[in-house]
């Protein structure tokens, strides 16, 4: 059976995530290990923390390369949060530092005017009509927990906007890539709805 990888690369606790995909139906796997990656059908990257650590950490691991090709080969990729950010060409979180570039764009952080880091509930605004949507309304509540967003060059790529003091990017959607800024796992029915779209629009 076809198997998902679950990047541990020490940023964040994933039992949340492995649960809720077990629970969605997809056989999961944990790892660290970039030949667990190559084989894999998709993949799956959270993350918690610092942009600059998990660079860092993915690097140490040699899992930084084996992501890219996995990306570049056309397989399902699933980014969150940590994940979602780690897709654009540079952060700004504690100086600057290069991410994968596989979409174009920056990470920034939230605006002054509001509270950061933003945790609790917020909505999403639809921006195109895709799969992993269906089913979930216009508006619908998922949980955030971050203090930076994504700012992509290029409007096509954007799936959702969320309003926090201004809209920014709270999903992307590009060829075989999906990221989001919020955390389905910790989203209850809405969540597992989303995971369960992503799974069957990509045969999981």
Not at 40 to 52: H, W
Not at 115 to 141: M, T
Not at 162 to 187: C, M, R
Request: glycine share 8%; with cysteine.
């Amino acid at each position: 059976m076809a198997y998902v990888a679950l990047i541990d690369y020490g940023m964040g606790n994933l039992r949340s995530v492995e649960k809720a995909l077990e629970q969605v139906g997809l056989k999961v796997i944990r790892t660290n290990n970039p030949e667990v990656v190559k084989s894999a059908k998709a993949v799956v990257l959270p993350g918690v923390g610092a942009f600059k650590d998990a660079v860092k950490n993915l690097k140490v691991l040699k899992l930084y390369d084996s992501l890219l090709a996995h990306i570049e080969s056309g397989k399902p990729f699933l980014g969150i949060c940590l994940g979602l950010q780690l897709l654009f060409e540079k952060s700004y979180e504690f100086g600057e530092e290069k991410g994968f570039g596989v979409l174009e764009g920056e990470v920034v952080l939230l605006p002054h005017t509001v509270k950061i880091p933003h945790i609790g509930w917020n909505q999403i605004w639809k921006r195109k009509e895709s799969k992993v949507l269906d089913g979930i309304e216009n508006g619908e509540f998922f949980y955030f927990v971050h203090s930076y967003r994504v700012v992509p060059k290029k409007e096509n790529v954007i799936l959702t906007l969320t309003d926090y003091g201004e809209y920014f990017v709270s999903s992307v959607e590009y060829e075989n890539i999906l990221a989001v800024q919020f955390h389905p796992e910790k989203s209850q029915k809405v969540g597992l709805k989303l995971l369960r779209n992503w799974a069957v629009s990509n045969e999981l």
